[in-house]
């Protein structure tokens, strides 16, 4: 229970709860992505490290041992090198999140940690989190409206994840600066959206400018805890869009009823 986390089904096309098993949990910390013939996935080739991995994982499941500090560090640096991760990065997040949802239990971080969307969490990297999957989404949405393609490019949110967890208030500058072009586009082609975005993103500046020390602290790098702001609001932004579709549908349906 305590690596519990959601992972997205694609033969069900839901997410679904469950606990990665060991080997993979392994092979996520410790490998890298793997193009083969029939799939693309993350590997450790190194079966020795592999093994080694494997076995000081199984006391935390066998004997309730606390989850090595240097395993934690190694996946959480994983997740910081987005650009290392094309096709697989959906299920490295998912899978970073069970590992450090662990490490916030074992070491007594947080009594629980909540996969849904905390807008009362004012922490200041779960805040860059949620503002990092605002651009990223907010660019796909533009690039999808315009010419079909968003799955054919990374967004400027992906190529400065990197810098953003060293240097977050700097680069979201940047950030803000690369992205100002397709939120032009979206305003034009989706005002709804546009304006829904704006306020998301200005409300989430609000809450970073009102935290102790923001601007002594604002460049500091970010913690684990930004994943999961990325991660819950992610969810929350492809949940809402398709309930927005599923409203439409049915709009249409009683239309063509009428």
């Given amino acids: 229970s305590s690596t519990s986390w959601g992972f997205f089904d694609l033969k069900h096309q839901k ?12 092979d996520y910390i410790m490998g890298t992505e793997t193009e083969d013939k029939n799939s693309i996935k993350v590997v450790c ?4 490290l592999r093994a080694k991995t ?7 499941i066998i004997d309730e041992k606390k989850i090595p500090l240097d395993l934690v560090k190694k996946m959480f640096n994983n997740l910081c090198k987005r650009s290392s991760y094309g096709k697989t990065w959906n299920l490295v997040v998912s899978i970073g999140c069970s590992i450090l949802k662990k490490y916030k239990l074992d ?7 909540n996969q849904m969307l905390d807008e009362s969490n004012k922490d200041r990297s779960y805040l860059y989190g949620r503002l990092l999957a605002i651009y990223e989404k907010l660019e796909t949405d533009t690039l999808y409206s315009i010419s079909n393609e968003s799955g054919n490019r990374s967004t400027n949110a992906e190529r400065l994840w990197t810098s953003y967890t060293k240097t977050p208030a700097r680069t979201l500058m940047i950030l803000e600066d690369k992205v100002r072009p397709y939120k032009e586009r979206l305003q ?25 020390n923001f601007n002594v602290e604002k460049n500091n790098p970010l913690s684990e805890d930004f994943i999961f702001g990325y991660y819950a609001q992610k969810q929350d932004l492809y949940k809402k869009k398709s309930e927005d579709e599923d409203k439409g549908v049915e709009n249409i349906r009683r239309y063509i009823n009428e």
């Fill in 45 to 48: 080739n190194n079966k020795k």
């Fill in 15 to 26: 997410v679904l709860q469950y606990s990665p098993p060991v080997y993979t949990l392994a």
């Fill in 188 to 212: 034009k082609s989706k005002p709804n959206s546009y304006i829904y975005y704006e306020r998301l993103i200005g409300k989430i500046v609000d809450d970073l400018s009102e935290i102790n």
């Fill in 107 to 113: 070491y007594n971080l947080k009594e629980e940690v």
């Fill in 54 to 60: 494997i076995e000081r994982l199984l006391p935390c």
